[in-house]
Nanobody, 126 residues
Framework: QVQLAESGGGEAQAGGSLTLSCVAS????????MAWFRQARDKEAEFVAA????????RYAESVKGRFAISRDNAVNTLYLQMNILKPEDTAVYYC???????????????????WGQGTQVTVSS
């Protein structure tokens, strides 16, 4: 049974930075594409960033391009999200998720991700 555990959330000022981590256990981490999603209060979950299993490809939502960076360290089964130039609209619960394939899907949907973490809250004040 795969388990994912996010950490690193908290409060930040607009323009500041935070780094999120997601540690995976119970599976072969390097076999799977990973992604970050976020869900603001009373909003639908939205895609943030994705990375292929072998770190050869990344993809970002337009709203975070140039500000966020996704990476992974397969040696320690950990996914990261470096968030810079934070904005109040980045406030949300952030989730890491594991895909059913090692490639990033052509169309990213929550249903394509088999395992999810519990989420970590990010709050950005103006």
């Amino acid at each position: 049974q795969v388990q994912l555990a996010e950490s690193g959330g908290g409060e930040a000022q607009a323009g500041g930075s935070l780094t999120l981590s997601c540690v995976a256990s119970g599976g072969t981490f390097s076999r799977y594409s990973m992604a970050w999603f976020r869900q603001a209060r009373d909003k639908e979950a939205e895609f943030v960033a994705a990375i292929a299993g072998r770190d050869e490809e990344t993809r970002y939502a337009e709203s975070v391009k140039g500000r966020f960076a996704i990476s992974r360290d397969n040696a320690v089964n950990t996914l990261y999200l470096q968030m810079n130039i934070l904005k109040p609209e980045d406030t949300a619960v952030y989730y890491c998720a594991q895909n059913r394939d090692f490639r990033i899907p052509t169309v990213i949907r929550p249903g394509g991700y088999e395992f999810w973490g519990q989420g970590t809250q990010v709050t950005v004040s103006s």
